[in-house]
């Protein structure tokens, strides 16, 4: 998709049981053979014994909306059971919670949210309506250091100055710093976190893509919030809405949301945008 690199992470993995259109990985169906072979033998050895109850299988945890971080009951999760977890790579989504592994190319951050029907990973974001004007929308991941411009439409030829510190508030500086934004006054928003009460302390603020800029008058014919180029936040047109959240991990460690929509995406989606956002968790597990 637009607006996105292309070099890093591409693989989601589904939390619960895998739905009806992806395949399982042969290790799967391995697994699942040996658990034949095995509840066979038993059945066969326990003809004409007493019934005794069936034992239940007890549900995989999934991660609800929640509007404010709690602790988690159990410990840090790992990613999931290989015989749960599969892979989406660039593909249509059913509703569910996945996990975004490796969000910054050291296997160090990770992300789970859950997405109602109809969302699209395309490789580091989720899309609805493909993303773009007149009615898409879309959630983009970043976890490296990023270089805010100065001139979001002429970044090509000047470094900003100072350069964007590491933390969630020095991003929210130098957003809302940028000319003709109309940026929101940064706000605290903190991030759901396994094993911690609080959670991660973080950072969000509202901008706006000017209604009549004509990007083919911006440099490379893009207009950008940030850099690098393998980290750029590439926008998708004029008019376009962002939230951009950003959530301190740690020292030198802070994950990037950035969620956008069009004055025409539908009232609908764009409650699934904040739907989704709420049910994010990010962490180090794995």
Known sequence: M??????????LVLEGPPPESFRPSWLALLFAVVVAVLVGTAVGYR?????????????????SPLPTPIASPSPTP???????????????LKQGTYAYLNVDGTSFTNVRFSVPAGWTWSGRSLSKGGGGAPHGAAIFFFDAEV?????????????????TGSSAADLMAALAAQPLRRATTPSKRPANAPGLA?????MSIQLTVPDRINFADCDKG??????????ARTHEGPGQRDIVWAVDLGPYDRLI??????????????SEIETILRSIAAGHWG
């Open 78 to 92: 790992s990613a999931v059971a290989v015989y749960f977890g599969i892979e989406a790579s660039r593909a249509l």
């Open 47 to 63: 003809i004409g014994a007493s019934p005794t109850a069936t034992p239940q299988l007890a549900a995989l945890p999934s991660l």
């Open 257 to 270: 949301i950035d969620a956008a929509w069009f004055p025409g995406t539908p009232a609908q989606v764009k």
């Open 147 to 163: 270089q805010v411009y100065a001139d979001p439409c002429h970044w090509a030829a000047v470094q900003s100055h100072p350069p």
């Open 198 to 202: 609080n959670g991660w302390q973080g």
């Open 2 to 11: 637009k607006g996105e690199p292309s070099d890093r992470a591409t693989d």
């Open 222 to 231: 893009q207009y950008r919030s940030w850099g690098p180029d393998n980290e």
